[in-house]
């Protein structure tokens, strides 16, 4: 037998307003995001537009600073590289000079740092002593983690 949903309240566009203002207050929103929440909501695209519009002027949505603040947390958080950033902010229909720009914000000594902290942790022995099938699954492990193949081969094949 077919559960029936519960049919949920709409939101009128003051409420959701309010609503979305809470959703933004908790953490940096992507434009995309807060539309897809509102679009839940049961609201209409011209609502939705003049809410996004209104949020934005009142500072609580901000592309740039959502860029910058998704990019840096998920690099240090989660260990992801710029690939893996990048794919996930065009995800989140970001716009291609903002995700340059968010990319920019990540400081290239600790980019550094955080690959070679990432190989250190996969492997138990040092470079050299890694057989050819052992650095191909370290390479395939740090390219899923979104990091480039030039760096990677190059820590991979010059580091002792």
């Not at 840096?72 to 794919?87: N, V």
């Amino acid at each position: 037998m077919e559960e029936s949903k519960k049919p949920r309240k709409l939101l009128t566009p003051l409420e959701a307003k309010r609503k979305a203002e809470n959703y933004c207050a908790y953490q940096e929103r992507a434009q995309q995001e807060v539309r897809n929440k509102l679009y839940e909501w049961g609201l209409h695209q011209k609502e939705i537009e003049n809410i996004i519009a209104q949020l934005i002027e009142d500072n609580f949505v901000n592309e740039e600073r959502f860029a910058k603040a998704y990019t840096l947390g998920k690099f240090r958080m989660k260990g992801w590289g710029k690939i893996k950033i990048k794919q996930h902010l065009k995800f989140k229909k970001v716009s291609e000079p903002l995700i340059r720009l968010a990319l920019k914000s990540i400081d290239m000594d600790e980019y550094d740092k955080k690959i070679e902290e990432t190989i250190h942790k996969k492997i138990n022995k040092s470079l050299p002593e890694l057989s050819f099938n052992e650095k191909s699954k370290l390479a395939n492990y740090l390219q899923s983690k979104g990091f480039e193949n030039d760096l990677i081969f190059e820590k991979i094949n010059h580091q002792d």
